[in-house]
């Protein structure tokens, strides 16, 4: 758990350690009240769509596992499914559609159309210990792992052929750092795609381990030894919960004059859009100080293009993949983080500033994306001050000792 305080600059980042710790409690504070204002907390999503790679998915059958949706007239009208699904007819043509979901040439991830699916309301659901472990779970992480071999385009998962069978490594670091030190020039993009990943399994880990289920007294409670086994003992994982929270901060960063344009009026109570905007404008306003992240040196040189289609096909096929999470409030929380990085993705390498910008590009984003990307925001920030409490668990321990 020493290794878990981290100084100096952040790998691929113009950040360090340092300025992220010192933005996190202001960034937490606010983006905790934002994802419980109404147009925030409601996704939309259909969870029960079968996984399309490989047929007997197991399920977690403790209750812990299992989630309610939400009446869909308690949601407010302008987000049900029937306003949804009257989609702007010039967009349609540049959707590639299979059943119940889509995507756009711009989009890193498959999206519900809308027609289908339930209201989840987040605030009743915390990323937390659940008991689904074992061989699904493990099955889950490996085939996302294994999404990261580039340059192996007919290992293409849309069609509905599973990944070619690979023994488990040890440890999964291990063999996807392979070639990182031969002059691989993929090297940065894959690495980029790699601590996407491992970022996102360290954070749900540490949320894991913060709201543990001691089986043996029925209480609730951060297990520092859980926190220790699956990050702090892996400097890199925890490195790269921090490169993700710049990720993101960074996509919000540039998205800053579409969410001030962006029409949260959701419950017809205008305090409750005056407010929900106060707090959008400070979150944008901590992603700018902190979100230095330089998009610009990726997808360059001569096969940018044909990298990044394989990258976005890649990510694509990860928001697939959890379809396949045998556990009902494991995959709402992966289906919500994955469309959220891949909404800082589509941000960060498909649009320009002319994209950008609210007047020309009003429709820029389906509202499931604004959700799903401040909500994977705060999920991040939450490990963050997770990494802060286990950091004082472990002091206590020590000065105990
Ligand atoms: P796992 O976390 O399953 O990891 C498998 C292997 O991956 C490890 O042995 C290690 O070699 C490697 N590995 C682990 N972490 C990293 C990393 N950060 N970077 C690189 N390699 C790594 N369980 C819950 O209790 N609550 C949840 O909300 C929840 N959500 C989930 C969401 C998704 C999308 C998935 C796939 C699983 C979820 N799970 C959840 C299950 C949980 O992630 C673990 O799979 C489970 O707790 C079993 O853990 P494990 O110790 O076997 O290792």
């Not at 509905?160 to 490594?169: C, N, R």
């Not at 209480?219 to 030894?225: G, M, S, Y």
């Not at 994306?369 to 472990?394: G, H, Y």
Request: hydrophobic letters at 35%; a negative charge.
């Amino acid at each position: 758990c020493q290794n878990s305080i981290l100084t100096g600059p952040i790998e691929t980042t113009m950040c360090d350690y340092e300025t992220v710790e010192s933005v996190n409690d202001d960034l937490f504070s606010n983006i905790s009240k934002l994802v419980h204002e109404p147009f925030f907390r409601y996704f939309q999503v259909d969870l029960y769509r079968e996984c399309p790679f490989w047929s007997n998915n197991g399920f977690c059958s403790n209750p812990s596992c299992a989630i309610t949706s939400v009446d869909e007239s308690d949601v407010p009208e302008k987000w049900r499914a029937k306003a949804l699904s009257q989609v702007d007819p010039s967009s349609i043509e540049k959707r590639h559609s299979l059943p119940g979901c889509y995507y756009r040439d711009s989009d890193f991830c498959f999206l519900d159309d809308n027609t289908e699916g339930d209201y989840f309301d987040l605030r009743l659901v915390p990323e937390r210990y659940t008991g689904y472990s074992g061989a699904d779970a493990n099955r889950v992480w490996r085939s996302i792992y294994e999404e990261n071999c580039f340059g192996l385009t007919e290992m293409n998962l849309m069609s509905g052929k599973s990944p070619a069978p690979v023994s488990l490594p040890d440890t999964m670091v291990e063999v996807l750092h392979q070639g990182e030190e031969e002059s691989d020039p993929h090297c940065l993009e894959k690495r980029v795609y790699y601590k996407v990943i491992s970022g996102l399994h360290a954070s749900i880990s540490t949320h894991i381990c913060h709201e543990h289920l001691n089986q043996s007294t029925g209480e609730w409670a951060p297990n520092l030894r859980c926190f220790i086994d699956r990050v702090a003992s892996h400097p890199e994982r925890l490195q790269y919960i921090y490169f993700d929270t710049i990720l993101l901060l960074r996509a919000v960063a540039r998205l800053g004059p579409y969410l001030s344009a962006y029409d949260y009026c959701s419950t017809g109570n205008h305090e409750d859009d005056v407010e929900t905007l106060s707090l959008v404008s400070k979150v944008v306003n901590i992603a700018k100080d902190a979100g230095r992240f330089d998009e610009t040196v990726l997808f360059r040189g001569e096969n940018a293009a044909v990298l990044k289609e394989e990258f976005k096909t890649h990510f694509r096929n990860v928001t697939r993949i959890m379809d396949c999470v045998g556990c009902d409030k494991c995959r709402l929380w992966g289906k919500v983080q994955t469309t959220g990085l891949a909404t800082a993705l589509k941000i960060l390498f498909e649009m320009d500033e002319k994209a950008l910008d609210p007047a020309s590009n009003s429709n820029l984003l389906q509202r499931s994306e604004v959700v799903a990307l401040m909500n994977t925001l705060f999920r991040f920030s939450e490990s963050l001050k997770a990494v802060d409490d286990f950091r004082q668990l472990w002091q206590q321990l020590d000065t105990e000792v």
